[in-house]
């Protein structure tokens, strides 16, 4: 009794990051709720359905899972490969507090996303499209009075490149499973904490309110809402829109269509909503290369062309403005920041990675 009881209170430190991911969890949540009792949009609903997406998901990602600790047991080798199999997850279920922070992420992130989804849908109700022009025109300047689009077409725009960065950009929304995932099981204890600070951060400082500030369509979108800059874009959806033919569908122009229509006719649901300023996309990409970085030269290298790809394709594609992803870099690198400024004031760097309990300065970071 008194070993489970001196255990239930061991490793309270998680609270330090884990209080604030939920909060903010809760706060998008609520906050969608509110905002969409006049139009009749449920975040409970909407959260409904990622949770029923999350649940058919779970045998992909369980089998990513094995194989991951499956791969780190033989590399480890040893008498005992089973033993090393089960390792990661015994440490991380070592104290109610761990395995609650172990969880808690896979948890909360579907809340969080139901209530930024829903706000994001209901962004334009309450903050017209006002910017797209000015994004353009600082795109334009930019690059030297040409829009981007245009550089990555004279270098990419042939039908093979230009479906394999679209196929590229879709992996996103998977790589966005795997990675909250893999940093709630198998990144260490201060890795996670910042990485899921930032990532909670990124989508309320950066999908709502920086969002409503700078509330912009995309260039996709820039004829439908009657920008003066729409000539400048129609030539990129024509040559879109002839790739996406017989031979293929781009996701892009599929997705394009899906979601203007729904925003049209004021549909509600699962995965909707237009917003341009600050790329999201992008944002979450460079969190990677951030928070990958820190695990080696090879880590690091896979985030940040993930991260180069994901810019190429936001403009290439016609989802965003350059500016759109520019600027996100700079604010996820800014939270990313702060985040680890928080995890050292608050005492929780020291608590977790400065020295293990047996005294001895603790390891370098690994994922497994």
């Known amino acids: 009794?008194?070993?489970?009881?001196?255990?239930?209170?061991?490793?309270?430190?998680?609270?330090?990051?884990?209080?604030?991911?939920?909060?903010?969890?809760?706060?998008?949540?609520?906050?969608?709720?509110?905002?969409?009792?006049?139009?009749?949009?449920?975040?409970?609903?909407?959260?409904?359905?990622y949770a029923g997406k999350v649940f058919r998901a779970l045998p992909l990602l369980g089998s990513v899972a094995f194989i991951a600790l499956l791969v780190r047991a033989l590399i480890k080798g040893g008498a005992s490969p089973l033993h090393n199999l089960a390792e990661p997850l015994k440490a991380r279920l070592d104290t109610p507090m761990l395995g609650v922070a172990t969880f808690a992420p896979l948890l909360l992130m579907p809340i969080l996303f139901a209530g930024f989804g829903v706000l994001k849908m209901l962004l334009p109700l309450y903050a017209p499209f006002a910017w797209d022009d000015a994004f353009a025109a600082a795109d334009r300047a930019l690059f030297?009075?040409?829009?981007?689009?245009?550089?990555?077409?004279?270098?990419?725009?042939?039908?093979?490149?230009?479906?394999?960065?679209?196929?590229?950009?879709?992996?996103?929304?998977?790589?966005?499973?795997?990675?909250?995932?893999?940093?709630?099981f198998f990144a260490p204890r201060y890795d996670r904490a910042r990485f899921f600070l930032s990532f909670t951060a990124a989508w309320l400082m950066l999908g709502v309110f920086a969002a409503w500030l700078f509330s912009s369509a995309g260039p996709c979108y820039a004829a439908q809402i009657g920008t003066q800059s729409a000539s400048e874009f129609a030539p990129l959806m024509e040559r879109l829109r002839n790739l996406s033919g017989p031979e293929g569908q781009l996701g892009a122009v599929v997705w394009q269509d899906v979601l203007w229509n729904a925003h049209a006719e004021r549909r509600y649901g699962f995965g909707m909503g237009i917003s341009a300023m600050p790329s999201l996309h992008n944002a979450i990409a460079i969190l990677y290369a951030l928070a990958l970085a820190r695990f080696g030269r090879l880590w690091g290298a896979?985030?940040?062309?993930?991260?180069?790809?994901?810019?190429?394709?936001?403009?290439?594609?016609?989802?965003?403005?350059?500016?759109?992803?520019?600027?996100?870099?700079?604010a996820i690198a800014a939270i990313w920041w702060a985040a680890g400024h928080y995890l050292k004031r608050s005492g929780y760097e020291a608590a977790v990675a400065d020295v293990v309990e047996t005294g001895t300065a603790a390891p370098a970071p690994a994922l497994a």
Not at 305 to 321: D, E, M, N, R
């Open 1 to 49: 009794m008194r070993h489970w009881v001196g255990a239930r209170l061991r490793h309270q430190e998680e609270l330090i990051w884990l209080l604030p991911v939920a909060g903010t969890a809760a706060l998008l949540f609520l906050a969608a709720q509110l905002a969409g009792l006049p139009h009749g949009v449920s975040a409970g609903a909407v959260l409904g359905d």
């Open 144 to 184: 030297l009075g040409r829009q981007p689009w245009e550089l990555s077409h004279a270098a990419l725009g042939g039908a093979a490149a230009t479906f394999a960065i679209d196929r590229l950009y879709t992996l996103w929304v998977l790589i966005l499973s795997f990675a909250i995932l893999g940093f709630a």
């Open 302 to 330: 896979a985030g940040w062309g993930f991260a180069a790809i994901t810019f190429v394709a936001s403009v290439h594609l016609g989802w965003h403005y350059a500016v759109d992803g520019i600027a996100a870099a700079a």
